[in-house]
């Protein structure tokens, strides 16, 4: 389970997370929505202590992120970063592995790469893009590759920070059931962070709102179309006007 | 207070130039105690010491050989005032393997190392590979600086080595074709006046610039802006301090040296 309790975060004068109140219980999907540039990004990187949050307390299952063991901690993590984020250096299946070919998950090389192609075909992938490298991909392709690493350690937790921008619409729904899939299979717990709503309709559990630094309004996926909540209602059915500024 | 203030102005400078040496004095102990602890990256390393080493030596090579060259043509001439042509081989000698070679040499491959350390490190900050990196349970210091510092710190007093011989030969084509030097006599007065302190020494400092290029080029790249303007700027510091700090260390490590 993920305790967030009172979570502020400044970038000098800018100030992003405000006091978050967020649990996420273990095993469910939690989807954070809310509009460009409100801090979802700095939120999850603030839980993987990639961001040293300013005030207030991260807990993993009941304990503080900021003194877990960094390496026990994080390989219980997967993570999808929103651009990315593959190493250009390394080929796509060195990427895909690149937990397996060292540290304490190591495992031998044609293993790993045997799980690497695996991976890549559960996203989408087909085997002939192991060897390219990731300037070789397209946009959507190198977001994918991303996803399989992400899973390939088949972690407990996994964060994925807009998983499906940049994708047609039919690879959007392979990549929502694959993130359904991981949860529901694997038993992972996962947040994501987007902005399509069939994602969300499609992923979540439960959904929060983020907006002008707090959860603005979070419960469950059923409860979405008749929260009340006028910045909710503005933002799930994209209109100009509403409490949300659409100049920010 | 306006009277004050150019002076608050200075300290305010004062301040953050101590500042900036500070973070960069830690950074450079931190890269040094993780060379002793595990995990290592052995190939990581082999391919830094290709790229920082066996590329380098076109560059390194080229500069000694024209230095050897100019410096035969400078003493000949400054020499014939006093009649003292002869020094040719022994000066050419002295000045390339203690300053000229790992001075020149250092300079260069801090042109060409720190800077694309420094901008690779960079637009893998700013594209997130680095926290992509911890999430992945890997130190970005065991993993993209250790192995550079080390292979610079290694490999460059290899290639100073090999510009000192370049270099002397520079200067021995120019003094056998241009300056009437007996080949034999030239190398004879070069071997006999060389010490292999004048070496050692010479090499020694080779590999404190090589420390100096890979650690700023990573310092930098690490400390990157956002954007691509970021990596810009950064790649410019690490060249520039890079070099600044190579004149300045060569000069401390001479006083420490040779002064009596
Ligand atoms: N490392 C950083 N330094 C300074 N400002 C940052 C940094 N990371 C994010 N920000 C700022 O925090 C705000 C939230 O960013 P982000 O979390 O990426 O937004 P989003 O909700 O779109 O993911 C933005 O205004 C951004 O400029
Ligand atoms: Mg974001």
Redesign the pocket.
Known sequence: MIELQGVHKA??P?R?LNGIDLTVPTGESMVII??????????IKCILGL?RHDAGQILLDGEDVTKAERDAFLARFGMLF?GGALFDSLTVWQNVAFRLLRGSLKRPKDEAREIAIEKLRRVGLKPDVADLFPAELSGGMQKRVGLARAIAAEPEIIFF?EPTTGLDPIMSGVINDLIREIVVEMGATAMT?THDMTSVRAIADKVAM?HDGVIQWTGPVSQLDESGDPYLDQFIHGRAEGPIEAVR | MSVLAPIAGIGRSTMAILAAIGRVAIYAASAVSHIFRPPFYIREFGQALLYIGYFSLPVVGMTALFTGGALALQIYAGGARFNAESVVPSIVAIGMVRELGPVLGGLMVAGRVAASIAAEIGTMKVTEQIDALVTLSTHPMKYLTVPRVLAATLAMPVLAAVGDVIGIMGGFLVGVTRLDFNSYAYLKNTVDFLESWDVVSGLIKASVFGFIVATMGCYHGMNSG?GAQGVGRATTNAVVSASVLILAANFLLTEMFFAQ
């Open positions: 970038f000098g800018k992003v809310g509009g460009s540039g409100t801090g979802k990004s700095v939120l961001i929103q920070d962070i983020l | 956002r």
